[in-house]
């Protein structure tokens, strides 16, 4: 389980995230919502160890990983998939997967990849075509496979969605929901609420670097201050 404590992020003009809590659960998709600049972003770089902590406490099953390197934090088992795909599209499929367990063992690496292809199958298909001609959806799953490629057991998503056509939205919705299945703690951090839903099982809202709601994805849906939130009156 990854449990963030009253994390605080400051940057030099502001205090982005002031005191938020929230956890991950194992077999879960806990999404989190919250208008532009709410602060959904620098909690995860924060927990990724890519921005500084000023103030509270980041742990992983129950070991502390606040203000680690970002590379240790990989090891230690939360990975952060960020906005943007960023493949490396004149590499293969298979040569961008492998690029994301460097941090790994060969041996622990093999096992990985096995893991990632029997989750998106699309992948295997196209490991040995280059990464840029695969759709925004597949690219999608690419980065997600290769942040699988370390073994966590919780990963953040930056809006997977950003950009997609809507049937493609889908299928990465599915990857999301598969990860989840697969026993991962996965953090899902989304703008679009209706779309975040369809896959949630909790949600945290967040407004001007608060959370202002945590709860059951069913009980999100009638909640007012969720609607504030997301609609960016709050
Ligand atoms: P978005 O969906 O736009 O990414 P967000 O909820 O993820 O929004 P953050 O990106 O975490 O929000 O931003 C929270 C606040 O911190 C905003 O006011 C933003 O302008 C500010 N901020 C973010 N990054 C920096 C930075 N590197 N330096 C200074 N201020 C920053």
New binding site residues.
Partial sequence: MLEIADLHVR????E?VRGVSLSATPGRVTLVL?A????????LRAAAGLVKVHAGRVTLDGRDVTGLAPHRIVRAGTVLVPEGRRVFAPLTVEENLVLGGYTVSRERSGTALDRVYGMFPILRERRGGPAGLLSGGEQQMLAFGRALMSSPRAIMLD?PSMGLAPTMVESVLEAVRAMADDGLSVLL?E?NAEMGLEVADDVVA?AR?EVVFTGPAGQARSHASVLRAFLGEA
Avoid: D
């Fill in positions: 940057y030099a003009t502001a982005a919250g532009n600049g709410a602060g959904k972003t620098s909690t809006e951090v703008q967040m670097g």
